[in-house]
């Protein structure tokens, strides 16, 4: 059976090779031709163009007397002079003439330029021959692309928006984005050292160039420190020494703005079948916050103070008559003690907030005509204990946005790289769809696509994205992402040619055929992607253009500041508090100021036992009241 192979692959080789060589001699043998009759009528050409009327008379009476010298050494002809006067004279003293010879030695050396140029033009000809034939036959064979616009290159990107008249001024990787479309949003995805950061600086500078206000959330510290300006910026970062001061009170006004704040601050856990003790724990915030608005000695400490460290009573007396009042009752303590829990968990960044009494009000400042731009900043060692504040500063500046008179000529710029790592932003979906009007600008990066749809859901997800209009797409490693970032790059409408080659014994038989078959493929195939090297990424713009690859360049920058500058906090300050929350952290039914006498318990033990009927107006899920009396620490971490 293998040598039976062995010989059907041998007998498949040779016919297909013989014919191959077969019609290649065909062809080869028509373009000799053509090539070689050019050459001939282009020495023809050139032989009568070249020389004069009396020298190609000269040349035809030499070669004449040549002819006639051959059978008779003595033979006559005519010949005419330069005047035209007919002579009879011996053949052999026309060969003697110098005129004769002379002329001869013109027209030789004329053909022999003219054989030269002829040689180099059949060259040319052949060449330009089988270059056609070649380019023809690849024409019929190449796969045909028919939406033109699907993928091109840089230098007919930049000519069909040129072309359109819609070049803007901001411009990544050498590409010039729409005029307009920044107020449409732009999505970064890559992986980690892939080009994402260069690419904001990239476009940062040209934001500061511009005049346009920003709000840049800066995880690492680094494009503060290339682009912080003491005299124009501000920054946000309880850690940094020259951070502004804020409080809760400083950007709510009425009640609806602190019902804001605690839901961005405190963001309902993922996957939670129970959303009673979150609820809860905002509506204390914010019955809290509210009542202590007019207090001229309100600050964060002693808000954290009231939330977390006053007996159930005190808060109980303090709220009341407010929805918050049934919540802090002493008759179900443990259910109150453990929304403290969440509280703590939460709420333990606004300890570090600074209590100077000129704070920033981020509502104001968007408001501001002549503020410029805003850094909120932090490091990974301490970005876990910001993430409630830095979410919920984020929220507030979206919702600010939204509160300005419409103005599509002015530019609010929202740069949020490493969106996965906030807490859910409750206005981020409607902030997209309606911060255009006003102005507002949002740049949405992640490392992980599927960061975001775990905070906010596969649906939640690709309905924020649906309303980010130009992406840019760096490296991605793995087949996965990389396969999801290649569906969203879209697909080429492809006619396929086909091949089908046929032989036999007889010659008569050997042949090929061409089909067309019409198919669709990705634009950007995910091998593509994966192998993108450092700084390139694939640029897809709104509106009918084409996808673009550009490639970045390290970004320099000659800035001389610090990224970070550590603040001196005062530890003992809050230490009550920190206290308590890592016992409600860790112990929730512990407390040490809960704790109650046993007659105060055996008082109590008929109301805990309707725990579940009382808070029923916060969660009517029967599974998740029947388990509030068993909240484990393990939970709360897990928010």
């Known amino acids: 059976m293998q040598e039976n192979n062995k010989t059907k692959f041998f007998i498949r080789g040779g016919q297909i090779t ?55 050494d003595k033979a006559v002809q005519d010949f005419k002079s330069p005047d035209d006067r007919v002579y009879q004279v011996l053949s052999k003293n026309v060969l003697k003439a110098k005129a004769v010879n002379d002329a001869a030695l013109v027209i030789f050396d004329n053909a022999a330029k003219g054989f030269f140029l002829s040689i180099i033009l059949y060259f040319v000809i052949s060449t330009i021959a089988i270059y056609l034939i070649r380019k023809k036959g690849k024409t019929l064979t190449q796969d045909q692309l028919l939406n033109e616009h699907s993928l091109a290159s840089l230098k007919e990107y930049k000519k069909i928006v040129k072309k359109q008249k819609t070049m803007s001024d ?53 494009l503060t420190k290339t682009f912080y300006q003491e005299d124009k910026h501000l ?11 804020w409080n809760v009170w400083c950007d709510a006004r009425t009640q609806a703005d602190f019902d804001s704040i605690a839901e961005a601050l405190m963001p309902m856990p993922k996957g939670s079948s129970d959303p009673f003790w979150v609820n809860a724990a905002r509506t204390i915030f914010t019955s809290t916050a509210f009542k202590m608005r007019d207090d001229v000695n309100k600050s964060n400490i002693t808000l954290l103070r009231n939330l977390l460290t006053a007996d159930l009573e005190k808060m109980e007396d303090f709220l009341k008559d407010t929805e918050a009042a049934t919540l802090v009752s002493e008759k179900i303590e443990k259910t109150a003690v453990s929304i403290k829990s969440v509280l703590a968990t939460y709420l333990k960044s606004l300890k570090y907030l600074s209590n100077d009494k000129n ?95 775990d905070i906010y859901g596969k649906d939640g997800a690709r309905g924020i994205l649906d309303q980010f209009n130009t992406s840019i797409y760096f490296r991605t490693p793995r087949a996965e992402t990389a396969s999801w970032v290649s569906k969203e790059l879209g697909e080429s409408e492809i006619e396929e040619m086909h091949e089908n080659i046929s032989y036999g014994a007889n010659t008569m038989r050997d042949g090929i055929s061409l089909s067309k078959h019409r198919t669709r493929r990705p634009a950007v195939p995910y091998t593509d992607i994966q192998k993108l090297n450092d700084l390139e990424a694939y640029l897809r713009v709104s509106g009918n253009y084409p996808i673009v690859k550009v490639k970045f360049k390290i970004f320099q920058s000659n800035n001389d500041v610090e990224g970070f500058i550590e603040s001196d906090i005062n530890e003992d300050v809050f230490k009550d508090i920190s206290k308590l929350e890592e016992t409600y952290i860790q112990n929730p039914n512990s407390a040490p100021e809960f704790k109650q006498n046993s007659s105060k318990k055996a008082k109590d033990k008929k109301n805990k036992e309707n725990i579940g009927v009382k808070d029923n107006e916060f969660n009517k899920d029967k599974k998740g009241s029947s388990n509030r009396n068993n909240i484990i620490a393990e939970d709360m971490e897990l928010i």
């Open 18 to 72: 013989l014919h191959n060589i077969r019609m290649f001699s065909q062809v080869i043998k028509v373009v000799l031709a053509i090539s070689l009759a050019s050459l001939i009528l282009l020495n023809v050409l050139w032989y009568m163009n070249i020389n004069t009327s009396y020298q190609k008379y000269l040349f035809n009476s030499l070669l004449t007397a040549k002819a006639k010298l051959i059978f008779d």
């Open 170 to 222: 901001l411009i990544l990787g050498g590409a010039p984005l729409i005029k307009e479309s920044e107020t449409k949003h732009l999505f970064l995805h890559g992986s980690t050292g892939s080009g994402k950061s260069t690419c904001i600086k990239e476009l940062l500078q040209k934001i500061i160039d511009r005049g346009d206000k920003f709000i840049v959330l800066d995880k690492s510290c680094d």
């Open 235 to 245: 920054i946000l970062n309880p850690f940094d020494k020259r951070s502004k001061a």
């Open 359 to 453: 704070v920033l009000s981020i509502r104001d400042w968007v408001a501001d005509p002549s503020s410029k731009g805003l850094f909120i900043t932090s490091l990974a060692d301490k970005h876990a204990t910001l993430r409630p504040l830095i979410s919920m500063w984020l929220d507030i500046a979206i919702n600010a946005t939204m509160s300005l008179t419409p103005d599509r000529q002015r530019r609010i710029w929202l740069i949020l790289d490493e969106a996965h790592s906030l807490h859910r932003l409750p206005c981020l979906f409607d902030g997209a769809n309606e911060v255009r009007k006003f102005g507002g600008c949002i740049l949405l990066g992640t490392t992980s696509y599927a960061g975001i749809c």
